[in-house]
T-cell receptor, first 113, second 114 residues
Framework: NAGVTQTPKFQVLKTGQSMTLQCAQDMNHNSMYWYRQDPGMGLRLIYYSASEGTTDKGEVPNGYNVSRLNKREFSLRLESAAPSQTSVYFC????????????FGPGTRLTVL | AQSVTQLGSHVSVSEGALVLLRCNYSSSVPPYLFWYVQYPNQGLQLLLKYTTGATLVKGINGFEAEFKKSETSFHLTKPSAHMSDAAEYFCAVSDGNQGGKLIFGQGTELSVKP
């Protein structure tokens, strides 16, 4: 099992460019999440998908869109990147029981110039 | 609404000393509580969790935490720090609903001095 994988690991964008962050899990998990991590602010939820075919906004959704492509994959898109979106992005997934822990990917470090 | 507060953004201890990282939460329903550890340039790894039952929870690497409902706390402890414990630690709370969403604290960076 690879667990939760994310691509790319690093990315540098110019303001206004677009990109998609990819996430996949091979644990047959129902729910998937996208977080951003900024110094001193912990992890903040951007979007989540409780099950295939559904997505919901989290705490900081502005400037982002998501797609739950199938049960395995959950992508995060920045349509027009801004310097405020410079951050480390983590994808996570959780199994059937919601009191189970979330499993995290290794992260994508994004810099927007 | 749920929230988590971690007291102290940086904690420094000597090798062999007690580690105590503080976490207080607010929740209108019985919470599920988690501690995660993040080593440099890595993702988050679960240390331990409290769901129901015994309030003293043991985790990996010698860490444990005690759920105290009356104090709304879930402090993380380790009797003797090791150099390898240097990392950032996050406390998180979930109410088990809303798709299993976690609310994270701000994080505490633990430094261990030789």
């Amino acid at each position: 099992n690879a667990g939760v994988t994310q691509t790319p690991k690093f990315q540098v964008l110019k303001t206004g460019q677009s990109m998609t962050l990819q996430c996949a899990q091979d644990m047959n998990h129902n729910s998937m999440y996208w977080y951003r991590q900024d110094p001193g602010m912990g992890l903040r939820l951007i979007y989540y998908s409780a099950s295939e075919g559904t997505t919901d906004k989290g705490e900081v959704p502005n400037g982002y869109n998501v797609s739950r492509l199938n049960k395995r994959e959950f992508s995060l898109r920045l349509e027009s990147a801004a310097p405020s979106q410079t951050s480390v992005y983590f994808c996570a997934s959780i199994g059937q029981q919601l009191y189970n822990e979330q499993f995290f990917g290794p992260g994508t470090r994004l810099t927007v110039l | 609404a749920q929230s988590v507060t971690q007291l102290g953004s940086h904690v420094s201890v000597s090798e062999g000393a007690l580690v105590l990282l503080r976490c207080n939460y607010s929740s209108s329903v019985p919470p599920y509580l988690f501690w995660y550890v993040q080593y440099p340039n890595q993702g988050l790894q679960l240390l331990l969790k409290y769901t129901t039952g015994a309030t003293l929870v043991k985790g990996i690497n010698g860490f444990e935490a005690e759920f105290k409902k009356s104090e709304t706390s879930f402090h993380l402890t380790k009797p003797s720090a090791h150099m390898s414990d240097a990392a950032e630690y996050f406390c998180a709370v979930s109410d088990g609903n809303q798709g299993g969403k976690l609310i994270f604290g701000q994080g505490t960076e633990l430094s261990v001095k030789p």
